[in-house]
């Protein structure tokens, strides 16, 4: 069967080499899953933009344990050529997967069918398996991840000095969306299990209260948020397939009758909230090379506690040393990086009005009640009237189940 199989070609651009990255950062991003994913069912091709490339210069350094054949854009396949690299092609078929985020979840679809054993690999696509399924034009998670932060790291390695002071809008943009509430699907358990334990956490606390009251946090010392251990452990229990404890499963009745209303937000744990997801790869060699390139000029990254507190978290993932390890990157040690010298802290409210304004439709409530309620506000009330034939019948058994709003899909 394994004969039967068509061989798939995985292309990807080539420009540079810069440290332990390989230049664009798709390309980067796209090795770093391979590597997580433990996967070498694609044949991979580097295309250099140049022509004076030397096959040792990649091979040797970054590709890891991945056999990488360097070929030239005229021998690309056809359909590829006019194509944006990263892109997967069927050997000898006319169909051609382009994009970073439709090749990184067709790696990830891949991996699974080849190894059902692997559901950690497929949980990474994270619930309903829609994670960056949504195109960078209509979606602005998909955009900052798979476009935006790429590209606004990549120019920030490349400029002069007196050019990259300033911390890019789109890192910035990022550190805000890191602080924002998580929304997960069936999230009402999970606040009501945060919600007993902010209130069993209180009650111990308060005989030493004024003695926690007089300590304050050192210079360049950046804390964990106090209730994101709950987060911690239930995001890690969905990682490695376990159960959550028992003892946190038990409510008290008060917190049973708690208004959803009132629950305490979860707080975020990875890119996308509380699991490990595609995005965090995505991420991932991104602000690594950022955070390399700010510890280099000596800067203090303070204005970014969200980001150095992810960036920390995503090393406890199992696999993801070991993937950087083969990509030889060397993921930096967060303590080290934010002992640089002080400086002056960057307002956020220097990211761009139109991300300020892309930002605005995070916080949208969907669904009909709200909608309807807002309408109605602003005096706006549908008026409904009788339909014009009453009598009208469909029979939905004489028509394919796939049609009928009780059966289809």
Known sequence: MKDSVAEEHLY?????QYRDSIFPLHTSISLFLLSYCDCKLFKVFLVPTGEDVGDQCVTKNLAGDLEVHLISRCQLPVVVQSCSLPAVVVKDDKFCRAGLSVVLRHIIQKTFEADPSKKDVLELLGFKKTCLKACAEVSQWTRLCEISIPLAVERFLTASPEHCQAIPPDIL????????????HNDDKIRRQKLQQQKASAKAAVPVLGKEATEEAKPGEVREHPSSSLELSVAFSKLLAQEAPDAINREAPHIRRTKTSDLPLLDHVFAEGLYFTVADLVLLPCIHQFLVSSKKQGKN??????????????????????????????LLQLPELMSAPEEQLQDSSSVPDELEEDNEDSHFIGGPRPTITKLMENGIEAKFSPHPCPSWTLDWTSLPSAVSPGEGE
């Open 12 to 16: 990807l651009a080539f420009s540079h």
């Open 173 to 184: 943009l990022l550190e805000r969306k890191l602080g924002e509430p998580v929304r997960v």
């Open 301 to 330: 990254l303070l204005n970014l506690p969200l980001i150095s507190s992810w960036y920390r978290r995503v090393q406890e993932v199992p696999g993801v040393k070991k993937a950087a390890g083969k990509c030889n990157m060397e």
